[in-house]
């Protein structure tokens, strides 16, 4: 018997709130903007909605800083319009799967602002301190976006530790009234009807900051089985871990497919190639493409019958694909709708960050006053201070700075992109009069056209779910090739990944076989794949099953 929990079908479309469309004429994307565009969303053909944070925030790391886990941000809308998304997305066949930050809390959490006053009272121990003289941090643990991971506060005299910004401090998970607090929470949501939960940095609760344990710490897999068993278990839920230090084994426990933990691992090991070792992200290197092929293949390969893994190239915090390891030019649709084929082709749940349906592309704004986030702001304050010139720094920034993610969403070719009326929370992608959502959904030939064949073509053909995987010709330079086969149907995923003409000819035994999508309009070339060329073929178990349209 199939394993066939409907989140291994899915497809998850992720949604910035901030950006997707506003509703109110404010410039900020908020909960009724999600409603109006619900069917595209259905047009598109995604099964589920990740919504980055909309409980109510100071902001600081936009939203991932939350100070009330029971209650949107009036700058999204309220409990009322959350409400009312969850009802009409499941109206549409669409669930709705919240962002959980159950690592740190805001600081301007009653939870925090009770524990800052004194060393006894009842929520002191929510959060993690150490004693310490001023000026001395207890050890010299940085912060991920910047600065010492320890804040020194007054009124206790004692340090708190914060991996993220100093607005975001680390919630205790040694305490077992935190995690108890945390389950209500999680029960009270589910009760509300949503389909699942991602997990923000999940594998960073389990932390020892005296070992300078952060990632991965001994505790970490028994606190997840509780906060499974005490929550998702009682629901059928996808529930997704975002985890940047798993690898292989970890993400067997992550998604043992008995239940005990998630349903999945959204893991990034094949997204940090393209950096220098051992170094930062804006440390850049160019992607060392075998490398990027036999990574993805040894996740598909490793987790076959035993776990589960998410497809994905972007997210909110990563820039965009095109621009990253396609070809934001030329050759934008192109390669847009290679990187999709090569994904979408692959075992796991396929996640589409918005706009990635269109190509959109990373932006570069004149100088650093122009960007909102608050790890490029910081990184750009401590690299010049160390020396780095400005306009290394914004190389940097310009390749992998998160706000390339989180510009507008591109709906049309009026101002600002249908975006909003008012003035927008960050400028829009001067690019949206060539890419936007009106102009690409009435053409088949579009990457959104393109997008939606892929969905549909794993909606048809159970191979996409369940099919194992084997990589061809490994170490070929230009070439990304792999089989999946469920023993009963094959398929072949060809993509020319650069920019330039590859020589290539088809493995014995495909010749014949149909040809599900393709990203060229014209015939194939004999002996070449051109560039960023890709197409999926099949061969069906029962002959006759598929048009032979090459
Ligand atoms: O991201 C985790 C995380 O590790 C990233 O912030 C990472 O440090 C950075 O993007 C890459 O340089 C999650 C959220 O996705 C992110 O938006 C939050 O800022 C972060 O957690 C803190 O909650
Ligand atoms: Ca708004």
Redesign the pocket.
């Known amino acids: 018997m199939k394993d066939r929990r409907w989140w291994k079908t899915a497809v998850v479309y992720q949604i910035y709130p901030r950006s997707f469309q ?3 004429g ?5 909960l009724q ?1 999600i409603v109006s565009r619900l069917d595209y969303l259905k047009e598109l053909g995604i099964d589920a909605i990740w919504l980055s944070p909309v409980c109510r925030s100071p902001q600081d790391d936009n939203g991932y800083d939350i100070s009330d886990y029971q209650d949107i941000d009036p ?1 999204f809308g309220t409990l009322k319009d959350m409400d009312e998304l969850i009802a009409e997305a499941k109206k549409r066949g669409i669930r709705i799967i919240l962002d959980l930050v159950l690592n740190h809390s805001s600081d301007e959490h009653r939870w925090f602002q009770e524990a800052k006053k004194s060393r006894d009272n009842p929520y002191h121990d929510y959060y993690v301190w150490r004693d310490g003289e001023e000026g001395t941090p207890p050890n010299d643990m940085r912060a991920a976006f910047g600065g010492s991971a320890w804040q020194w506060v007054p009124e206790v005299g004692q340090y708190y530790f914060h991996q993220f910004s100093v607005k975001q401090p680390d919630l205790n998970w040694e305490n077992p009234k935190v995690r108890r607090e945390i389950y209500d929470m999680i029960l009270w949501w589910m009760a509300r009807g949503v389909g699942g939960f991602r997990l923000d940095v999940i594998d960073q609760i389990a932390k020892e900051p005296d070992k300078k344990i952060t990632g991965n710490g001994p505790r970490l897999h028994e606190f997840i089985r509780e906060l499974s068993r005490e929550t998702f278990q009682k629901g059928d839920l996808l529930t997704v871990g975002e985890a940047w230090g798993a690898d292989t084994e970890r993400a067997k426990l992550y998604s043992n497919p008995d239940g005990s933990e998630f349903s999945m691992v959204f893991q990034f090991e094949h997204m940090v190639l393209d950096q220098e070792e051992g170094k930062e992200k804006w440390d850049l290197a160019p992607l060392p493409f075998v490398k990027l092929k036999k990574t993805l293949a040894k996740w598909q390969n490793q987790l076959e019958g035993c776990g589960w893994n998410s497809l994905f190239w972007e997210n909110h915090d990563l820039p965009r694909i095109v621009s990253r390891w396609g070809d934001d030019g030329e050759y934008r649709e192109l390669s847009a709708k290679m990187l999709a084929v090569v994904l979408h082709g692959m075992q796991g749940t396929p996640f589409v960050y918005q706009g990635e349906e269109l190509g959109m592309t990373n932006v570069r704004f004149p100088d650093i006053t122009w960007y909102q986030d608050i790890e490029s702001i910081n990184l750009y304050r401590e690299r010049t201070a160390a020396g780095y010139t400005s306009e290394e720094v914004m190389e940097s920034i310009y390749a992998k700075g998160r706000d390339n993610a989180r510009t507008p969403m591109q709906w049309d070719a009026s101002e600002n992109a249908g975006f909003t009326e008012a003035k927008p929370w960050i400028p829009v992608n001067p690019n949206y009069r060539e890419i936007n959502a009106a102009s690409q959904i009435k053409d088949p030939s579009s990457v959104f056209s393109f997008y939606q064949n892929l969905i549909s073509l794993r909606k048809t053909w159970p191979v996409f779910v369940d099919g194992d995987f084997s990589l061809l010709f490994p170490e070929d330079p230009q070439i990304f090739a792999y089989t999946r086969d469920d023993g009963d149907t094959r398929l072949l995923v060809c993509a020319n990944f650069t920019g330039e003409k590859a020589a290539f000819h088809l493995p014995a035994g495909w010749e014949g076989a149909g040809r599900l999508i393709r990203n060229y309009e014209d015939a194939p070339e004999e002996g070449v794949l051109r560039p960023y060329e890709a197409f999926i073929l099949a061969i069906p178990s029962h002959a006759g099953e598929l048009e032979q349209n090459q």
């Not at 404010?26 to 908020?30: A, Q, T």
């Open positions: 506003d509703s109110n404010d410039g900020i994307g908020d903007g700058m």
